[in-house]
């Protein structure tokens, strides 16, 4: 099969196993910067062109979109399902899972337990806020933020109202949430792919941080999810319309909360600290789809 890597860093961990673990299974890989894209619209020939070579000949496309080009990236991936390629995450499902507000909103409205949130006004009443959330200590956060940056706890009122002025006042959309202290710094990340989880990792905050993310110095050991939480993960991700997806969540004790679900999670941290190869079961998974839509294919066009 010849299959794209949607990705603008070739040299990237993630980006780099996927290119072996194809080419280890005998697929032609190539990686395509998405930016870079023309996306030609037509009635009965849609088609892109990047940089003077038009993408006509893939059988399935990888998205590794990064949240600063996510409209962009989704309109590449749009054009791909016009052309009727295989793309392991649809444009809907990533536009959804990239908002933070709406992935949370479809999640509770499902019956999936998440932190009590609130989206909140610029003029709201910090006193009720705080209050609806659980009291201080409470983690106030950027709709768009990633890897950590934009999250903040805060640990007294003023600095409650201070930190939400600040990011209002730059045109951020803010949340609150709960902090949930019996989580002690540390949250799962799993990786699900068709509806299994594959790999588990606590990630744990290094002394006197609270936000748990590799790049911030937080460990990281293989764990074993309970029936209960598996079940939520998976629940998870079929609601957000993900075949492949990175759950984060938090043991509290109400039980597992949902904290997000990343449509491009990376490779790097599961692979080294499971010591399983993510990367080859994506390609496996992609064998499968791509073989029953062109059996799919082949039955339409002898019933038609």
Do not use: W
């Not at 190539?30 to 059988?59: A, S, T, W």
């Not at 002025?165 to 202290?181: K, S």
């Amino acid at each position: 099969m010849n299959i794209g890597i949607l990705s603008r860093g070739p040299q990237l961990y993630s980006t780099q196993s996927l290119l072996s673990a194809g080419a280890r299974r005998g697929h032609a890989m190539q990686v395509i910067n998405h930016m870079n894209c023309d996306l030609l619209i037509e009635k009965d020939d849609p088609h892109i062109m990047c940089e003077g070579y038009r993408l006509d000949d893939f059988d399935a496309v990888i998205p590794r979109i990064g949240s600063s080009v996510t409209m962009a990236g989704a309109a590449v991936i749009r054009h791909f399902e016009m052309m009727e390629v295989f793309t392991t995450v649809r444009a809907s499902a990533l536009l959804q899972s990239r908002n933070k507000l709406q992935s949370l909103q479809m999640l509770a409205r499902h019956g999936v337990d998440v932190p009590r949130t609130i989206f909140a006004r610029v003029d709201c009443d910090l006193e009720y806020l705080i209050d609806y959330v659980g009291g201080l200590p409470v983690v106030i956060k950027l709709l768009e933020s990633t890897h950590g940056i934009g999250v903040i706890l805060a640990d007294t009122r003023n600095q409650a109202e201070a930190t939400m002025e600040t990011l209002q006042r730059l045109r951020g959309n803010v949340l609150m949430q709960e902090y949930i202290a019996e989580a002690n710094g540390a949250d799962i990340r799993a990786i699900v792919i068709d509806g299994k989880i594959v790999a588990a990792m606590e990630r744990k905050a290094q002394k006197g941080e609270f936000r748990s993310n590799l790049h911030r110095g937080a460990t990281a050991r293989k764990v074993e999810l309970t029936p209960e939480e598996a079940a939520v993960v998976v629940t998870a991700t079929e609601i957000m319309g993900l075949d492949i997806a990175g759950v984060d969540l938090l043991r509290s004790r109400r039980g597992p909360l949902i904290m997000e679900i990343n449509a491009s999670p990376g490779l790097e941290g599961i692979e080294a600290t499971t010591e399983v190869d993510v990367a080859g079961l994506i390609i496996e998974f992609i064998e499968k789809q791509v073989q029953h839509l062109r059996q799919a294919r082949r039955e339409a066009s002898l019933f038609p």
